[in-house]
């Protein structure tokens, strides 16, 4: 609601998640890449350098929502806020006193693990979520009003499925849960969702079955 719906902010006040600012962390991320060998954050840092305070700490809130998924399993509540905070300072500002950067926050814990590949590809998962909000940001609101309220959580999914990537980006299926946790169940692996159909598709009426393309999506 803050974010998503409305231009604000998880950790502050300010408004952060508008389309100015999104269009300007796609320039400098999306149409930036860099290929060297260096760490994704040392990269990062560099495709920062200079901008605005509100654009590197809306770069912080995209990397909080990627540190969403995981469980502390996986990333340790502690190494979350490190690195989110380590984002947020290169604006210039302390990180925020927030309760969801509390290493006791619940929403550190995570909901589940995401796979080796999804941490590995952290850029192209930043890169896609970028993507996906400068687009949403480009809607008109009663446009984005419809797709989060009609037929849900369908009609927002097919919206999202027209993105380049969507059938191959983890973020895709993190991004339905979070945004339908009621509709859209608690796992982030398509490979895994194929899996599960498969298992119960002999269950199913004829005339509800779906193509395993289909499941890996849903």
Request: glycine letters at 6%; charged letters at 25%.
């Amino acid at each position: 609601d803050r974010c998503f719906v409305h231009d604000g902010s998880m950790f502050t006040d300010r408004a952060l998640w508008t389309a100015a600012n999104l269009q300007e962390l796609y320039t400098r991320f999306n149409e930036n890449p860099l290929t060297d060998k260096r760490h994704f954050l040392e990269k990062l840092s560099s495709q920062m350098q200079g901008a605005p305070a509100a654009v590197i700490q809306l770069a912080a809130e995209c990397y909080w929502f990627l540190l969403l998924f995981p469980s502390k399993a996986k990333v340790l509540p502690q190494t979350k806020v490190a690195k989110i905070k380590e984002v947020w300072a290169w604006s210039g500002e302390p990180g925020p006193n927030n309760p969801l950067l509390q290493e006791d926050s619940p929403s550190l814990d995570g909901v589940g693990s995401p796979g080796t590949a999804y941490m590995t590809g952290l850029p192209f998962e930043l890169g896609f979520l970028i993507s996906v909000l400068r687009q949403w940001k480009g809607l008109p609101a009663a446009e984005r009003d419809r797709l989060l309220t009609e037929n849900v959580p369908w009609a927002f999914t097919a919206w999202l499925d027209q993105m380049d990537e969507a059938a191959t980006r983890p973020t895709r299926n993190a991004l339905l849960y979070f945004l339908f946790p009621d509709q859209i169940e608690r796992i982030i692996s398509s490979k895994r969702k194929r899996q599960i159909y498969g298992a119960f598709e002999n269950k199913l009426p004829e005339d509800q079955r779906i193509s395993a393309k289909q499941a890996s999506l849903g």
